[in-house]
């Protein structure tokens, strides 16, 4: 399938999900369903790096926060009662994404020279700084939080919180369209030599810095989008929960429950887990939130490492020692021919 | 057209740990030449600086590839490569979660060497039937013997002046080594490839190698200058095989 048509199709499934969630009448699923949906955008940023390139990110809380934080500097710069929230969430955005994005190309070039452990502790280390500088910095509110009041009502969408639901769909559907082309694309089978070996990835040519940094920029990109409204959702923004380490878990777990190696992986991780910790909020406790992040965590690595995707694969294709979950269609060369001729010259 | 390769008095160094001291070594048009050496004496070391992977403090490295001279200190890997140098790393090194046949499309990954790929894939396949039959396997899940067939492959399909080997013996079955070995000669008679050949089994290397240099603690520490002259020497059997 083209890249449009699985856009298109998305759009249209999102749309369903929309249009059914109004007809529950209840805000709460729109409250429910915008973490839910952030969880898919975040998870599947957080595979371009992780899953396909086998870098492992522990700072997706301060990309995240990040994206948020650009709406507070940006909500704080502009005088609230002259000009009450009168820069578009969109536009909020792309603010946010660019801040993430220059950040995940300067992290990138600091680090990436780092490999497995050492990468994540560092990546780890940058969510510390960063959460660090922004206790400190007055301007945003410091520790004690900002506060960014919500309007009641937007039209044509009624209440704000569908507004919010509806652009977080928009920016999931398009994070899975971005993944899924990057996997089938050079870029994809680069990042994926990466993973592989990157040592041979070097002998072969493949400009591996270069991969590397387009591949954290893009992550970090999305991860700063799906923060950037996230002021307008919670209406008051703390440090410490924004740059918590529950999003950096949440964001490996996820891809990992689901499968790292293709795009529904991420998808499958975050309905399900993201879905599953909003019941438990509502049923039992909030706390229990990352205790069960936890068990499913070990019980996949235990029982399904491929994810459910590889479980999936592994059912319908009952052969499990063949199993990449990577779809082989971007680089397929022409069948060679059988019949040989005398190639004594060089190939050139 | 001629190849060669020229090394001239490079060091190379990990942090403050020097590897490689005041190398000197040739490798002329067509010719196989043999870099002899122990474990740690600096030969993986010196086949990285060809690449680009890492960088002498000093010397020189030149490429002449058809007829043109290149510098290579100057360049990064992914020019070196473009440029028709291919290495086949120490111990294969291959993408194991990808299939044969994506292991050898990615040996093509530079445009230059995309240009003809689906030729070059068919003479690889030509080369080494094996690889044809298994190219929908994870070459993860393949013998040693295969996936050394594959690194080798790997480097073809960058239609190489230059091939780097390194080590191409470790952790093969004897038959196997010996296979390999007839398997490079092969592979540079056939495409008039100027390969130099990292290799701690002495008597397999000479067994095609034109020429030979014996490096012992990352220096030169001799010369043979044919086959007879590596096979016929007591400082070899001395410096190298410690008799």
Redo the contacts between chains.
């Keep these: 399938m083209r890249t449009i048509p699985f856009f298109l199709i998305c759009l249209v499934i999102g749309g369903i999900a929309f249009a059914a969630a109004l007809t529950l009448g209840n805000d709460y699923y729109f409250f429910a369903g915008y973490v839910v949906l952030q969880y898919v955008v975040l998870s599947t940023a957080w595979n371009i790096l992780g899953g396909y390139c086998g870098y492992v990110n522990f700072g997706t809380g301060a990309f995240f926060a990040l994206g948020a934080y650009s709406t507070v500097t940006i909500y704080t710069l502009i005088d609230t009662n002259a000009f009450p929230h009168v820069v578009p969430i969109p536009v909020l955005m792309l603010v946010g994404g660019a801040v993430s994005a220059v950040v995940g190309l300067g992290m990138g070039y600091l680090t990436l020279r780092l490999r497995g452990a050492f990468f994540a502790i560092a990546t780890l280390a940058m969510a510390v700084v960063l959460e660090t500088l922004v206790v400190n910095w007055d301007f945003v509110g410091g520790s004690r939080g900002a506060f960014i009041i919500r309007p009641e009502t937007i039209a044509p969408f009624g209440s704000y919180i569908r507004y919010l639901f509806l652009i977080m769909l928009l920016l999931a559907v398009a994070s899975l369209t971005i993944a899924r082309l990057i996997e089938r694309s050079r870029l994809g089978y680069g990042l994926a030599t990466i993973r592989d070996d990157e040592f041979a990835a070097e002998a072969a040519g493949v400009p591996t810095l270069r991969l590397k940094l387009i591949a954290t920029t893009i992550s970090g990109a999305l991860m700063g989008m799906a923060g950037a409204p996230f002021p307008y959702y919670i209406g008051y923004l703390q440090p410490q929960p924004t740059f918590a380490l529950d999003y950096a878990v949440n964001a490996i777990a996820m891809p990992l429950i689901g499968g790292t190696s293709t795009w529904v992986g991420p998808l499958i991780g975050a309905l399900l887990l993201g879905s599953l910790q909003q019941i438990i909020i509502v049923t039992i406790s909030s706390a229990v939130n990352l205790l069960l992040v936890g068990a499913l965590l070990v019980a996949f690595v235990i029982l399904a490492p491929n994810g459910i995707v590889g479980l999936a694969h592994k059912y319908l294709q009952h052969k499990d020692d063949d199993f990449v979950g990577r779809r082989r269609t971007g680089l397929e060369a022409p069948a060679p021919q059988v019949e040989s001729s005398p190639t004594s010259e060089a190939p050139s | 057209m001629a190849s060669s390769l020229t090394i001239a008095g490079i060091d190379a160094a990990y942090g403050a740990v020097r590897v490689i001291e005041n190398v000197s070594l040739e490798v002329g048009n067509g010719e196989t030449v043999a870099l002899l050496g122990t474990n740690g004496n600096g030969k993986s070391t010196l086949m990285k600086c060809v690449?680009g992977?890492v960088r002498p403090s000093t010397g020189s490295i030149v490429a002449e590839i058809e007829g043109v001279r290149h510098d290579l200190t100057g360049l990064?890997?992914?020019e070196i490569?473009?440029l028709g140098i291919?290495?086949v790393?120490e111990g294969r090194?291959?993408?194991?979660?990808?299939?044969v046949?994506?292991n050898l499309?990615?040996?093509a990954?530079?445009r230059t060497?995309r240009a003809?790929?689906?030729?070059?894939?068919?003479?690889c396949?030509?080369t080494f039937p094996r690889l044809?039959e298994r190219r929908?396997?994870?070459a993860g899940?393949m013998s040693g013997g295969e996936q050394q067939m594959l690194a080798l492959g790997?480097a073809?399909m960058?239609?190489p002046?230059i091939l780097l080997v390194d080590e191409p013996s470790v952790g093969l079955a004897p038959i196997l080594v010996s296979r390999t070995i007839e398997a490079i000669n092969e592979m540079k008679h056939?495409?008039?490839?100027t390969v130099l050949m990292a290799e701690q089994n002495f008597n397999q290397a000479i067994r095609i190698a034109d020429r030979g240099y014996v490096i012992v603690h990352g220096k030169i520490a001799f010369e043979g200058r044919s086959a007879d002259e590596l096979n016929n020497n007591d400082l070899i059997k001395k410096f190298y095989l410690g008799l």
């Excluded at chain 2, 056939?190 to 490839?193: E, I, Q």
């Design positions: 690449m992977i990064t890997t992914e490569v473009d291919a290495l790393p090194r291959l993408f194991p979660k990808l299939t046949e994506e499309l990615l040996g990954f530079r060497a003809q790929l689906a030729r070059n894939l068919e003479i396949f030509e044809a929908r396997q994870l899940s790997r073809l960058l239609a002046k056939r495409y008039a490839l």
